[in-house]
């Protein structure tokens, strides 16, 4: 049984995870939680103390300064803290460096997210065979557990994904990812999370995964209307994503797409920026010689991601629609989860789209903990047991329901035998 988390990253879903981590200590063991600002660490262990979160009062809960881009400074701190398990959740820069410690040190591995060159945006798919991927000979030889995209989306969809395939259907046709956040920060203008990894998502192509091949789309160019659950009638946009490039390759579906709302607003000051160039990702030389980066720029003049949540209102829902056959005849669901900003704060002090990333990643490192999905290997969500994780969901704060036509909406859950300490 693995045991002692090291977070690395002391943002919104960094202060989840801490929280949710200590909920849980007498199982996870010591806690300890590095980024390059040990202030905002520090601020991070003052709201977990404030909540009285920690499960054992008297458990471990450190910060650490840390560069997250220095392997062999990961990788001692790992052996100095004794930790077994590395909850990844600082910018997709640090991914590969991050994982690579974890490989040299043989602590568990788990992020929320695919690994990003920060001179490349949107890489030739699948992404994950551009990184990641290349290190699973390696895991597997070495027995790493290193489980990739474990928070919402990627993460949760991906386990939605399994569950329509291998118990709703004897055949898939789509598989369509819809992510609203119909909450409001009261801000001109902010993204949910870094601003800097936010923007790269939506500044270059839209790729998606339809009749079994890659096509590629621009940037608001295709958009849907759905009714949802609780968040009534939502407009969402093509968007290329992270879970598409495992999904496409694990699973055996022909069209999986994945769809983000935004208000016309957002995408009003989006195409402003995106337009005079202050989205590039490439230097520009001032007139007294100084070379500033544009979308570093806008980032550090917009709001702190976790800034937003004391003024956080409303609700998020993001689920998976799935089309195909059942027994001869057409069959459509909806696996969701609805998420509230308010609620999110009040627990753990962070707004719900930190909370809908943070809780699966800690959740992941219970099963780890527990045995369940220590499986000595590199592997994506959907390739994992979904029962356990979605149980565990369920009484962490993330509840997973159905809607299907013509019937009320429905808890899912799975009549296993589990670990009562989780």
């Known amino acids: 049984m693995k045991k002692n988390v090291l977070i690395i990253g002391a943002g919104g879903v960094g202060q989840v995870a801490a929280h949710k981590c200590a909920q849980h200590n007498r199982l996870l063991g010591d806690i300890h939680i590095a980024s390059r600002s040990?202030?905002?660490?520090?601020?991070?262990?003052?709201?977990?103390?404030?909540k009285g979160a920690l499960q054992n009062p008297k458990g471990v809960l450190k910060a650490h300064q840390l560069d997250a881009m220095d392997t062999a400074a990961v990788k001692r701190l790992i052996e100095q803290t004794g930790s077994q398990i590395v909850i990844n959740l600082g910018h997709a820069f640090v991914n590969m460096s991050v994982l690579q410690a974890c490989i040299e040190t043989g602590a568990a591995y788990l992020d929320t997210a695919i690994h990003e060159d920060a001179d490349k945006i949107c890489e030739t798919p699948p992404w994950y065979a551009n990184h990641e991927w290349k290190r699973k000979a390696i895991c597997a030889e070495k027995g790493i557990t290193a489980i990739l995209g474990c928070g919402f989306d990627p993460g949760v969809v991906n386990a939605y994904a399994a569950l329509a395939v291998n118990e709703y259907f004897d055949s898939v046709d789509s598989i369509d990812i819809i992510d609203i956040n119909a909450g409001s920060h009261g801000k001109y203008f902010a993204t949910n999370f870094n601003p800097e990894?936010?923007?790269?998502?939506?500044?270059?192509?839209?790729?998606?995964?339809?009749?079994?091949?890659?096509q590629s789309n621009k940037m608001f160019e295709v958009k849907r209307t759905d009714d949802l659950p609780v968040v009534g009638q939502q407009t969402a946009y093509l968007t290329g994503h992270?879970?598409?490039h495992s999904l496409s390759q694990n699973l055996n579906v022909p069209n999986i797409r994945f769809w983000m709302g935004f208000g016309e607003h957002?995408?009003?000051?989006?195409?402003?920026?995106?337009?005079?160039?202050?989205?590039?990702?490439?230097?520009?030389?001032?007139?007294?010689?100084?070379?500033?980066?544009?979308l570093q720029l806008?980032?550090?003049?917009?709001p702190?991601?976790?800034?937003?949540?004391?003024?956080?209102i409303g609700k998020t829902c993001i689920g998976n629609l799935v089309k195909g056959t059942?027994?001869?005849?057409?069959?459509?669901?909806?696996?969701?989860?609805?998420a509230d900003h308010v609620e999110a704060f009040a627990e753990v002090g962070s707004q719900g789209i930190s909370y809908t990333a943070g809780v699966p990643a800690v959740a992941a490192a219970i099963l780890?903990?527990?045995g369940q999905w220590d499986v000595k290997k590199m592997a994506n969500v959907e390739e994992l047991p979904y029962q356990p994780f979605i149980n565990l969901m369920n009484r962490m704060g993330l509840p997973t329901h159905l809607r299907e036509a013509g019937q009320e909406d429905s808890l899912i859950s799975f009549d296993l035998e589990e670990t009562s300490e989780a």
């Open 242 to 244: 992270d879970e598409l």
């Open 197 to 214: 990894i936010n923007f790269r998502e939506f500044t270059g192509q839209v790729w998606s995964w339809q009749n079994g091949c890659w």
């Open 38 to 50: 040990i202030k905002k660490c520090l601020a991070v262990i003052d709201s977990v103390h404030e």
């Open 368 to 370: 780890i903990a527990q």
């Open 304 to 312: 702190d991601p976790a800034s937003l949540a004391p003024g956080y």
């Open 326 to 338: 059942k027994d001869g005849q057409p069959r459509e669901v909806f696996v969701y989860n609805v």
């Open 266 to 294: 957002y995408i009003n000051v989006f195409n402003v920026l995106r337009n005079i160039g202050l989205l590039s990702e490439k230097p520009v030389t001032l007139d007294n010689g100084q070379q500033v980066v544009p």
């Open 298 to 302: 806008v980032k550090a003049v917009l």
